[in-house]
């Protein structure tokens, strides 16, 4: 057992302390970290991911209304000072945008100038699209609630010929009225206004998370593009997941004209953003990865996974992909990738050493080891845990400790938590 | 005759089974419409819908299915045991009931796509379902476990926030008196071994066919 006789976390204190006194350079150490591990070598430390989700909000004491609608000061603040409570070297904070909305980026694909800012859907564009993908707290949620991306079906089976034909013109003249009641028809006084009040409402948004993560002490900025796999296109926004993968069985083809039709509007988005040196990173949540046999990954999802990932290796971006749920059946291909193509973050595979890092290592920067749950165990048991992991995973470079999501319990334990990250500036040292 | 008949049920419940493993939807739908006319005994598609559960729960824990061939799979036995449903009550009978499973995705978490295959495939094994539908509150777990009186309480939720929400149900149950009248399984995206052990949960599972394996097994130590 580890000694934890002390409970003190030496080395965390120490840090954060150092966020404070000299943030430019800690900012600066962070960002050489995440750049070392994008070129598979060793930093001086192990990278870790920082902490949020319901977990911040029970520190902080905000609600989920709190993060989504109110954009003030005691926001910013108790975000910032939760950032350098539990800091990390890479951070997560989109307040507000808290909820996927991709299809509108790819709405708006020919307007690089703010196709990025639309990628995420905000409670105060909620309002104005009323959109019937999301729900949200002090709306259709309680005030303590997440907010929640619930999807649904928006398009029949039948339609898939008029997606195939012109995407973007079907998304905006079918797609946008059927899923956005806040929007009215094509056309009318209230579409038009409408869309007007969207752009104050992103405009907003994306100020806020600006301010929010300039205020973070220690924090470099880097930027980030965002792209989207065609399939969970289908599935999240159109079809429902249910709906795209019996599709995939009852009209394979029709699938997959659709998904090589919504590959340029997701490249166009993608590249909105220029690559700027040293580091800019193009985000991938991915969603029907896991639920899918291998047969039907190889064929309907990862040909098009892997043709962004190459493309926009090629124009000089670095991935940042998160593989949702257990993708260890598929972990295989990313081997296809050029070496060194991005970061890879695994939500909760079944045997991370082995089947994740194992094949992996030395071709694809890997983050992730830590199930949320581990933090509902004693500070002691989690000293042990990431110990050993480390112990397992170094000397070899291109990995950052990780929970398999950055959304951590509510009920999760402070001091388990600050265990995690004193015992990866304790151990993770190369 | 009698021997001949016997013969064409079993290959027909193999043929059945073995269809609805490989999700061969059309295959499946006119092979149960055919059981039906010919045999005139819906018990036939239920007891293939019950044995290709198990397949299909067996190949799912060995990896060899996935969550999309779990939805397929759940479409192909509630079409089925529709038909077989529809059959009976022409017939004028009614289906043995296993047992009882009162289901909802807990407080704070409106997903339902895990909960609603575990609830197609209850049904088409023989429970009889109570569906709460999504964000039940615990005090309404409770009110339905006294109302109902289930054999078996699921609780699902892929948000993390979902297992504080399977926790506090849980505790209630205690509360109430009534923790030890069922067996609780918890089920989602990101449940874990610490997961359940952190509820209180007896079982948990990442997919609905080795949760209904589970639930099956449960009925059959209850009616030892």
Not at chain 1, 22 to 38: H, M, S
Not at chain 1, 266 to 276: E, M, R, S
Not at chain 1, 320 to 328: K, R, S, W
Not at chain 2, 114 to 120: Q, R
């Amino acid at each position: 057992m580890v000694d934890m006789s002390s409970t003190s976390f030496d080395h965390l204190s120490k840090w954060i302390e150092r966020h404070e006194r000299e943030p430019e350079l800690v900012a600066k150490e962070k960002l050489d970290r995440i750049i070392r591990i994008t070129e598979l070598k060793t930093p001086d430390r192990v990278p870790l991911l920082a902490p949020s989700g319901d977990f911040m909000l029970n520190q902080t004491g905000l609600t989920w209304y709190d993060l989504s609608y109110e954009l003030t000061d005691k926001v910013k603040k108790a975000v910032s000072k939760f950032a350098l409570e539990y800091p990390g070297d890479f951070a997560i904070f989109f307040v507000p945008y808290l909820l996927e909305g991709f299809i509108l980026a790819a709405a708006f694909s020919d307007f690089p100038d703010f196709s990025n800012s639309i990628r995420f859907i905000s409670g105060l564009l909620h309002d104005v699209l009323r959109d019937k993908w999301s729900r949200w707290p002090g709306r259709e949620l309680r005030v303590d609630q997440h907010p929640q991306f619930i999807g649904g079906e928006f398009m029949k089976p039948e339609e898939y010929s008029k997606l195939v034909e012109d995407p973007v013109g079907f998304i905006h003249g079918t797609i946008l009225p059927r899923a956005c009641s806040g929007l009215g028809s094509p056309g009318t006084p209230q579409w038009n206004g409408a869309w007007i009040r969207a752009g104050f409402a992103v405009q907003r948004a994306m100020g806020f998370m600006m301010e929010t993560l300039m205020q973070l002490k220690g924090y470099p900025a880097t930027p980030l593009t965002n792209a989207y796999v065609p399939a969970d296109i289908i599935g999240d926004f159109l079809r429902h997941p249910t709906g795209a993968i019996l599709d995939i069985r009852r009209h394979p083809d029709e699938f997959k004209a659709a998904c090589d039709a919504l590959l340029e509007p997701v490249l166009k988005v993608a590249t909105a953003i220029p690559p700027i040196p040293p580091l800019t990173m193009f985000f991938i949540p991915l969603h029907l990865n896991e639920m899918l046999p291998p047969k039907l990954y190889n064929e309907f999802y990862w040909p098009y996974l892997k043709k962004i990932i190459e493309t926009l290796v090629g124009k000089g971006y670095k991935g940042f992909v998160f593989f949702e749920g257990d993708h260890t059946p598929h972990v295989d291909t990313l081997l296809e990738l050029p070496k060194g193509w991005g970061i890879a973050w695994f939500e909760r595979p079944r045997d991370f050493v082995k089947s994740v890092w194992g094949k992996l290592k030395g071709h694809t920067t890997v983050a992730g080891g830590i199930s949320p749950m581990l933090f509902y165990q004693s500070p002691e048991k989690v000293e042990e845990y990431v110990k050993n992991l480390l112990q397992e995973i170094k000397p070899e470079g291109g990995f950052m400790i990780a929970p398999g999501v950055s959304e951590l319990p509510k009920d999760a334990n402070p001091a388990s938590v600050k265990a995690f990250i004193n015992a990866v500036l304790k151990y993770g040292v190369y | 005759m009698k021997p001949v008949k016997y013969t064409l049920r079993v290959n027909y419940l193999k043929d059945l089974v073995n269809s609805i493993v490989e999700l061969d939807e059309q295959k499946s739908f006119e092979l149960a419409k055919r059981i039906l006319e010919e045999t005139r005994d819906p018990k036939v598609v239920f007891e293939a819908v019950r044995q290709a559960a198990e397949i299909i729960g067996e190949k799912y824990e060995k990896g060899e299915f996935f969550v999309a061939d779990l939805i397929m799979a759940g479409e192909i036995m509630k079409t089925i045991s529709g038909l077989a449903r529809q059959k009976l009550k022409e017939l004028g009978e009614a289906r043995k009931i296993i047992g009882k499973l009162l289901i909802g995705t807990v407080e704070g978490d409106v997903h339902d796509i895990g909960k609603n295959i575990v609830v197609s495939m209850a049904e088409a094994v023989g429970f009889e379902v109570i569906d709460l539908g999504v964000d039940v509150p615990p005090s309404k777990f409770v009110e339905a476990v006294k109302e109902h009186n289930p054999d078996i309480l699921g609780l699902s939720g892929l948000l993390t926030t979902a297992i504080d929400s399977m926790k506090k149900t849980v505790d209630e149950l205690k509360k109430a008196g009534l923790r030890s009248k069922v067996k609780v399984i918890i089920g989602g995206g990101r449940v874990d071994q610490y997961a359940c052990e952190y509820v209180g949960a007896d079982a948990w599972s990442n997919d609905a066919a080795e949760g209904v394996k589970i639930m099956l097994k449960w009925m059959e130590e209850k009616a030892k």
